[in-house]
């Protein structure tokens, strides 16, 4: 009888060891697994279209300079967020990747051609991360500084070829059925040769509401169920490409324009807003310095504007400032000699001021500006270093580490 319970007993410890080793195997499958989670309810991207990490140090000095003497750091609001990490920007078929091609690697999660927009180097079509999420419910806003219809925002609705397609690429706004578009205009308003019906009448066709500037805005916002804002600088003309001048006092501020797009979203719903700054690669590719600064400055506005949202919202929000590239090779502390050097933020301000904000200096005065400031930029063009990602709430901790642009897209978007 003793030796019956005994062996009960035996077996029942057994079983219980059997379980239990059951259950940990089960588990060890599942450590270090990232469970995928609903995305945030509100989601922000910004892209300062070719800031690189010395870009942003640029700025950061400039403020420091500018506010305090350089006595302590002066951050821009992005630079403090708690997860930082770096992409590459490589595309298809080269090293140093253009707009389209990095805008379509971050919008759709696939590398492609330089040139090409919302297509696979074979042709094929992609879906953007706006349009899924369309698809999810959340309303869309597509926002830039420059044309709505230039390569970083299009990369989230259109698809083509040729990125410079710039009609075709704005017919294609009206199907995308996304609920706010704002930027500076439209290139080719009327179609290359300017007698295509004109980009107003093409989308207003489609069931958008267009204004020119604000006053408009305000107007009738009130009756709109899709809107496209402009700047009132854009209006019944071609919007200005790779210039970079001062923004005329009728123009819309990066802050204001943001509040806008909010004011017209609301958040009884979820969103995904992309912001683009496309100035700071204009002012990078002319190798000008202040002009790339005011830029970054402005971009660093409109995530403020973000930031006091998701004060209100931390636990649904989700912000990501990012770049496509890196633009110019920037330099800071550019010198012939060893020596450690202060930047020359006195003699780039006061030239930037008397100028009347404009840097109007031919490319061999602007380079020796630069040079005696310290400042160095290695090219006009794109290059391929990677760039850095700053990340703030929800999901915000699967954007820390070194990762490929396409990533973004399923950061955001976890399936």
């Keep these: 009888m003793k030796k019956t319970r005994k062996s009960h007993v035996i077996g029942l410890v057994f079983g219980l060891v059997l379980l239990l080793a059951c259950i940990v195997v089960a588990n060890l499958d599942n450590i270090g697994a990232v469970r995928p989670e609903r995305p945030a309810k509100y989601v922000f991207l910004f892209i300062g279209d070719g800031m690189g990490a010395s870009h942003v140090a640029a700025a950061e000095s400039y403020l420091s300079w500018k506010e305090d003497g350089e006595k302590r750091l002066r951050q821009l609001s992005f630079t403090g967020f708690p997860v930082l990490g770096m992409t590459a920007t490589w595309s298809a078929d080269r090293n140093v990747t253009c707009s389209s091609a990095a805008g379509t690697a971050i919008a759709c999660g696939v590398k492609t051609c330089n040139g090409r927009l919302g297509i696979t180097p074979d042709g094929d079509t992609l879906e953007s991360l706006a349009v899924a999420l369309k698809e999810k419910g959340y309303k869309i806003g597509i926002m830039s500084s420059v044309p709505v219809n230039h ?33 500076a205009g439209f290139i080719d308003y009327a179609g290359k040769s300017g007698d295509m019906k004109d980009s107003r009448s093409l989308l207003e066709e489609g069931g958008y509401t267009v204004c020119f500037g604000a006053d408009e805005f305000d107007k009738r916002k009130s009756e709109a169920t899709k809107m496209v804002l402009c700047q009132e600088t854009g209006r019944d003309r071609n919007a200005s490409e790779y210039r970079v001048e001062k923004s005329p006092g009728t123009d819309i501020s990066s802050g204001e324009m943001m509040n806008k797009c909010l004011e017209f979203l609301g958040d009884k719903s979820p969103f995904f807003i992309m912001y683009e700054q496309g100035e700071i690669d204009w002012a990078a590719h002319e190798n000008k310095t202040m002009p790339m600064i005011e830029s970054i400055l402005k971009l660093d506005e409109a995530v403020k504007v973000a930031l006091a949202f998701y004060r209100t919202h931390p636990d649904e929000t989700l912000i990501i400032v ?21 930047l020359g933020w006195k003699t780039l301000d006061s030239i930037w001021v008397s100028s009347g904000y404009e840097n109007n200096l031919d490319y061999g005065q602007n380079r020796a500006m630069n040079d005696s400031a310290f400042i160095g930029w290695t090219t006009r063009g794109h290059t391929g270093g990677p760039v850095p990602v700053y990340a703030i709430g929800r999901g915000s901790e699967r954007f820390a580490g070194r990762f490929d642009n396409t990533g973004i897209r399923e950061k955001i978007l976890p399936e």
């Design 322 to 342: 990012t770049a496509d590239h890196e633009t110019g090779g920037l330099a800071l502390g550019a010198t012939s000699t060893w020596n450690e050097v202060d």
């Design 151 to 183: 390569a970083t925002p299009a990369a989230f609705y259109g698809h083509n070829t040729d990125r410079h397609d710039y009609y075709s690429i704005t017919r294609e706004i009206p199907a995308s059925g996304f609920d706010f578009f704002a930027g």
